[in-house]
DNA sequence: AGGCTATGTCAACGGCTGTAGACATAAAAA
DNA sequence: TTTTTATGTCTACAGCCGTTGACATAGCCT
């Protein structure tokens, strides 16, 4: 085999991208650094070059997927039904790289090497930052549990496959969703 | 080392348990048939033998663990803010078991080789029976967004360990959960 | 052209995993 | 007492995994 000898930054963001669509259907554990190597059509060593560890490839790809909750200034009363529909229009939708960064987080939220980046990365990337937005008393608290009903509304979709959720008119579910995040949010 | 020779179905129920305390806290993959065995101060091969397989021990520690929402006969009025108590009291509590079990099932969520059987675990012993317990049409529609907002308040307590819900006054909590609740029942 | 560096390959290690079969011994049955 | 059965142990096998170090070659620089 002929080395390929191209532009090193190119392969590692491959890499990047191939490490980020494996971490988001698997966890932590079930993505093999081989798999990602064969995705790019490169050794497994090479992987391990670039990036050191599996542990620190994994705290890159949620780097690279930093959030801009803050650019696009929302105002709290908006909230609400902004988040409703982020979680359930997966298809098409420019904030879907947002819900990929929750959806790679909860996978590998028990996994015990990546518990504690994914524990982080949910409390200064979500948590904080949308509790900014927020006046008033025990904002990250009402923050808190408005990402419990959207968190759990997406294990109950993506990982347990809850048929009520997935299959019906989305539109009453995102004005229930709108509504229950309303609530969660108030004082 | 001389063989115990004691009951069989003694030790087995001992690895069951064993079993139960490991998968609550550690996903399928990160329980080894080895920490059992340990725990039980057995040989590997003895845990092979009396479940055959790994996938099939975890039935069996799900199988086990069969809830009994309907013995306890609730009317849907009360639902809420059992559930709500349910979840929020972790220690003590009679309904414990039943916590337990949503623990693992949501450990194990997405692991390729216990997703199925957590999939149907969960529709057929949770969301299903407590559907039953529900007048008016789509029970099991709401019962989804319920346990949603269960299973969310439980990851973001025990696995992202968000601590806006673990420290502070339960009681406030308890109540918003119970509201939440409420409102997601609703038709 | 000749050397150097970036880019990538290859082989292998140690460790862990679930699983299987052959063997040992205590307890019960004959 | 002898034989059988239940209850466990021991050894070992493939198969993955992440990680490491030695090697190869393509492309750039002088």
Tied chains: 1, 2.
Excluded at 72 to 89: G, K, N, Q, Y
Excluded at 91 to 119: F, G, Q, T
Aim: hydrophobic share 40%; glycine share 4%.
């Amino acid at each position: 085999m002929s080395p390929r000898a191209k532009c090193a930054a190119s392969t590692r963001d491959t890499m990047l991208a191939s490490a980020r669509r494996r971490f988001l259907e698997e966890s932590y554990e079930n993505v093999g650094l081989r798999d990602i190597a064969r995705d790019v059509g490169v050794d497994v060593a090479l992987v391990g070059r670039y990036f050191g560890s599996k542990e620190n490839l994994f705290h890159e790809v949620l780097r690279g997927m930093r959030c801009d909750w803050l650019d696009t200034d929302i105002d709290a009363e908006a909230l609400p039904s902004f988040l409703a529909s982020m979680v359930l229009r997966q298809e098409e939708s420019e904030d879907r790289e947002d819900l990929d960064r929750l959806l790679i987080i909860l996978r590998s939220a028990s996994s015990p090497k990546a518990s504690e980046l994914v524990r982080t990365a949910f409390r200064e990337d979500v948590i904080e930052p949308v509790a900014r937005l927020l006046k008033g008393a025990d904002a990250e608290r009402r923050v808190a549990v408005a990402f419990s009903i959207l968190t759990g509304t997406t294990v109950m979709r993506t990982f347990m496959g809850v048929e009520p959720l997935l299959a019906c008119c989305q539109q009453g579910l995102e004005q229930k969703l709108t509504r229950l995040l309303r609530e969660a949010l108030s004082t």
